[in-house]
């Protein structure tokens, strides 16, 4: 893709995509010191309903890995334990950014 749109071009861009989303993350609770928690949408795979998402809030990165918590009553649990495929998404609707005021979506996939 030589062609990308300048919606996709991101300046300053580190190698490591954790970095990127670690920085972004950083520079969300900067930009929106009252929001009380950062939620995220997670995607799995269901038996009967094919895909599920709903939100859950995100807790953190360890060691790369993003952290949420639930109970293992949940199908979410079920799910991932039957098949650890999932999409989750983050939605950054006000980010300061080299200065400039953006708009993020994340997109975070299994593979
Ligand atoms: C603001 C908000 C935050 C939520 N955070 C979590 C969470 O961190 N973990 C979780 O398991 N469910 C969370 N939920 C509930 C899930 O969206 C979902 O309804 C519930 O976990 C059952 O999902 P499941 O049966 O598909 O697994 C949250 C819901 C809302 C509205």
């Given amino acids: 893709?030589?062609?990308?749109?300048?919606?996709?071009?991101?300046?300053?861009?580190?190698?490591d995509p954790v970095e990127l989303f670690?920085?972004?993350?950083?520079?969300?609770?900067?930009?929106?010191p009252e929001i009380?928690?950062?939620p995220m949408n997670i995607a799995t795979i269901d038996d009967e309903f094919g895909v599920l998402n709903r939100s859950v809030?995100?807790?953190?990165?360890?060691?790369?890995?993003?952290?949420f918590v639930t109970e293992k009553n949940t199908v979410k649990y079920?799910?991932?334990?039957?098949?650890?495929r999932t999409s989750i998404t983050f939605l950054f609707e006000k980010i300061e950014w080299n200065?400039?005021?953006s708009i993020w979506q994340v997109i975070v996939t299994h593979s």
Wanted: net charge negative; charged share 20%.
């Fill in 78 to 84: 079920a799910n991932l334990i039957k098949d650890p």
């Fill in 22 to 32: 670690s920085n972004l993350i950083t520079a969300y609770k900067t930009t929106n």
């Fill in 1 to 15: 893709m030589e062609q990308l749109s300048r919606m996709a071009f991101i300046e300053n861009q580190p190698e």
């Fill in 99 to 101: 200065g400039v005021n």
């Fill in 36 to 38: 009380p928690f950062i």
């Fill in 57 to 67: 809030v995100y807790r953190g990165l360890e060691d790369g890995h993003i952290i």
